[in-house]
């Protein structure tokens, strides 16, 4: 068989199909309304509920070093003039009145019913044989125990009740003023963290899934790669800082490109850290919100816009070179030509220039209405120029390959739910590859337009440029030869 | 030149060509007649070339058909069974897609080839018409003047006078005449016998197999067929017309009919003889000699056998 290309011979079956198409008028109108009307719509859809958004989720929060009891103990044995001795509750009271002078109990509750915001009573016992003495007791213990409670969380909220017994008629010895204390410190603190609260409460939401990372800066790569669509991370101060009433760190990242997912995943975790609040604290609080890539207020035909260019041209590109080669085939005139000296390259040429001419058309129209919704992609679209014409081209091969093996119409439209629709689903275009079932996950690889969407994404979004977008153009490239290579072979009927 | 070696081709259980060999001289017409489905096309297809025998080959100068280079097809024509145009483009515009396809190029040269063809199988009066509004004769008068347009030298005609009129194929008729005596070789397939019988040389195919290869003339007389003479007699001779004819072949008598079946051509020219100087008075006399139906009818039972 011989291969030499002549382009003249080329020129001649791109004009014919050129003459056709513009004699079939009908054709003709439909091919520049329908992607107009579809992009149109496309611009309207997917408002739809998304649920298991990947999100990566590092909790690294610690819980309040000490608890109240442990500072006012502290504070307390931090003054000279105070001995203490720690008993429990059933021996407290033993030596109240002869070598103890006061009692103090510092009930479970005591930090946590700061933290919530309860007044908490404290009560102290005090036998002494002055008036003078116990108000002194009355005041350094009163003095420790909201010193501890300022210290802790920047305000008082205990209450102080006490129960005083003057032992007369011993009189007042000299001015040492200095006492006894026995000590019940029952207070457990506050042992939780509100990090683990929320991440209790966000492993309970079927909205996101988590993904589990061990520092901020796998949060952030997972994004990165595309594995997690939202992020966030709360550092180990979170709950210190939150009680103390200073500014909680808590991060969340959003991969703003697959816009929908974002905006659930963000809803999600913006309700479940105030969930978490609340159920802590009594209160909610703000968070900082960092956009990894992507911009605040991306609408979904800005960040869907560029894939669908690809998945029009896949669509349009497959279709109807499809069913154009099929009616030459089926009329007799490929026959015809392949007793003439047009060779099967030629003839196959003839066909992806062609229909290359009638794709660049149609998406300058899809482009047209993308920019009109989402005129910020302005500049990125030329960029996309060479990914199309891959894209295009592999798509009018491999369509005239399927129309070789095909009977008729019929079957070549059953290409429509077996290679188009799967990609428009399985390809990144919609949602992100990683939310696909694991037994899923390989499939979209089989499929151009995943490679489309891939390297669209980092052109548009990320700023990349051609060169680093290599490896997808490579495999689009293969594609195209693959369809180059299938769509010759059948020439010869053997 | 176009040689048939050994050819055969199969479409999986179905053998489609059965080991034929067969040679077609420059210059000549070869017609290919057969039943549908007796394996024409399937044989015209491999020798153009786009269909890739089994086993066996067939050569165009030489060289296998399906090796020919795009120079070398540039100088056969392909007519196919099928319409083969395009509907939504005018007769002009098929004619144009395909001179150019067979790269004549020049548009001066291009719209003389158009206008010559155009004459011959009378269309230019609907040069200018979609293809779609076109009669069938029209469109099949259009579908060969497309594969003649670049004036070929060795043109592959796949039933194409199917849908012509009478007077039109009487002209198609003489116009492969002359493209022959031009020295083009032309090979077509027809299941026409009385068509058949114009051809320089006639292969009868039958399920693949060629029955038989050569002139009309030679065929028919390598055949032992039978022949008739039949006329009117007065019924009271006819007893006597039988007697005359005894030895030499057997005659029927229905009333005033009488029909004599000769066996050979030799048998045919003796009962004539004798029946002129019997000097029985006969009338009406009907000669009916063995033609190619005959030929082929006794060819396919004999195959059958």
């Given at each position: 068989m011989n291969k030499r290309v002549d382009s003249r011979r080329i020129n001649t079956i791109v004009r014919r199909i050129f003459k056709q198409i513009r004699r079939d008028q009908r054709t003709l109108g439909l091919m520049i309304i329908a992607p107009i009307v579809v992009t149109v719509l496309f611009a309207f859809m997917f408002t739809g509920t998304v649920s298991s958004v990947p999100t990566a989720v590092c909790v690294q929060d610690e819980p309040l070093e000490s608890s109240v009891g442990a500072t006012v103990t502290s504070l307390l044995e931090e003054n000279e003039n105070v001995t203490v001795s720690h008993k429990l509750l059933a021996n407290a009271f033993d030596e109240l009145g002869s070598s103890i002078q006061a009692v103090l109990l510092l009930p479970p509750n005591l930090t946590r019913g700061i933290v919530l915001g309860e007044n908490v009573t404290i009560t102290t016992f005090v036998n002494v044989t002055s008036e003078l003495q116990a108000n002194y007791i009355l005041a350094t213990i009163a003095n420790a125990t909201s010193e501890a409670s300022i210290e802790m969380f920047g305000r008082r909220g205990i209450q102080l009740d006490h129960n005083v017994t003057f032992d007369f008629p011993l009189p007042p010895i000299g001015t040492d003023l200095s006492f006894n204390l026995s000590l019940v410190d029952e207070d457990v603190g506050f042992p939780e963290t509100i990090g683990a609260v929320f991440e209790d409460l966000l492993s309970e939401n079927g909205n996101v899934s988590i993904i589990t990372c061990t520092n901020r800066e796998t949060v952030i790569d997972s994004l990165m790669n595309e594995v997690a669509v939202a992020g966030v991370y709360i550092s180990p101060g979170f709950t210190q800082a939150t009680l103390r009433g200073e500014e909680p760190s808590i991060e969340l990242f959003i991969n703003g490109i697959e816009s929908t997912e974002a905006a659930a995943a963000l809803a999600t975790l913006q309700e479940v850290l105030s969930e978490a609040l609340t159920q802590s604290l009594g209160r909610g609080t703000e968070a900082d919100l960092t956009y990894i890539y992507g911009e605040a207020g991306m609408s979904m035909i800005d960040l869907v816009g560029p894939s669908m260019i690809g998945f029009l041209s896949v669509f349009f590109s497959f279709l109807i070179p499809g069913i154009f080669f099929l009616r030459e085939r089926q009329q007799g005139t490929l026959e015809r030509m392949h007793a003439s000296p047009l060779t099967d390259i030629e003839i196959v040429f003839g066909y992806v220039i062609a229909f290359i001419g009638v794709s660049l058309i149609q998406t300058a129209l899809v482009s047209f209405v993308i920019l009109y919704f989402s005129p910020r992609l302005f500049s990125s679209i030329l960029l996309m120029l060479p990914l199309v014409l891959l894209l295009a081209t592999g798509s009018v091969t491999l369509a005239i390959a399927v129309s070789y093996r095909m009977k008729n119409e019929l079957q070549v439209m059953q290409m429509i739910p077996l290679f188009i629709i799967p990609q428009m689903f399985?390809?990144?275009?919609?949602?992100?590859?990683?939310?696909?079932p694991p037994y899923l996950a390989a499939l979209p690889y089989i499929f151009p337009l995943t490679y489309f969407v891939m390297a669209v994404k980092a052109l548009v979004f990320f700023q990349a440029t051609l060169l680093d977008v290599s490896i997808p153009m490579v495999v689009l490239s293969i594609y195209c030869l693959l369809g180059i290579v299938l769509s010759v072979a059948k020439r010869i009927e053997r | 030149m176009i040689r048939v070696e050994d050819v055969y081709k199969e479409f999986g259980e179905v053998i489609a060509v059965d080991h034929v060999t067969l040679e077609v001289p420059k210059g000549t017409i070869l017609g290919m007649i057969g039943p549908n489905g007796a394996g024409k096309t399937t044989l015209v297809r491999m020798m153009v070339g786009i269909l890739l025998p089994t086993s066996g080959t067939c050569f165009v100068e030489e060289k296998p058909s399906y090796l020919l280079t795009p120079e070398e097809r540039s100088h056969m024509g392909y007519m196919t069974q099928?319409?083969?145009?395009?509907?939504?483009?005018t007769a002009r515009e098929n004619l144009e897609f395909f001179a150019q396809s067979y790269g004549i190029n020049d548009p001066r040269v291009q719209e003389e080839l158009i206008a010559h063809a155009a004459k011959l199988t009378q269309i230019v009066d609907s040069l200018n018409r979609p293809v779609e509004v076109l009669s069938g004769g029209t469109i099949q008068r259009l579908s060969l003047a497309c594969a003649i347009v670049h004036n070929p030298d060795i043109i592959f005609l796949d039933?194409?006078?199917?849908?012509?009129?009478p007077e039109l194929r009487v002209e198609f008729w003489d116009y492969f005449h002359k493209l022959s005596r031009e020295g083009k070789t032309i090979i077509m397939t027809t299941h026409y016998l009385d068509e058949a019988s114009r051809c320089d040389a006639i292969a009868m195919i039958f399920q693949g197999k060629i029955l038989a290869h050569g002139t009309p003339e030679e065929i028919i007389s390598s055949l032992p067929l039978e022949s008739t003479i039949s006329g009117i007699i007065e019924p009271d001779e006819s007893l006597q017309l039988t007697n005359v004819l005894r030895s030499i072949a057997p005659t029927e008598v229905k009333g005033k009919r009488f029909t004599v079946t000769a066996a050979s051509d030799d048998d045919l020219l003796k009962t004539f003889e004798t029946i002129v100087t019997?000097?029985?008075?006969?009338?009406?006399i009907v000669v009916r000699q063995a033609g190619l139906e005959e030929a082929f009818t006794h060819l396919v039972r004999r195959s059958q056998q």
């Open positions: 399985l390809s990144g275009l919609l949602f992100p590859l990683s939310m696909l | 099928q319409k083969a145009l395009y509907p939504d483009l039933e194409p006078t199917v849908g012509v009129s019997s000097k029985i008075a006969v009338s009406n």
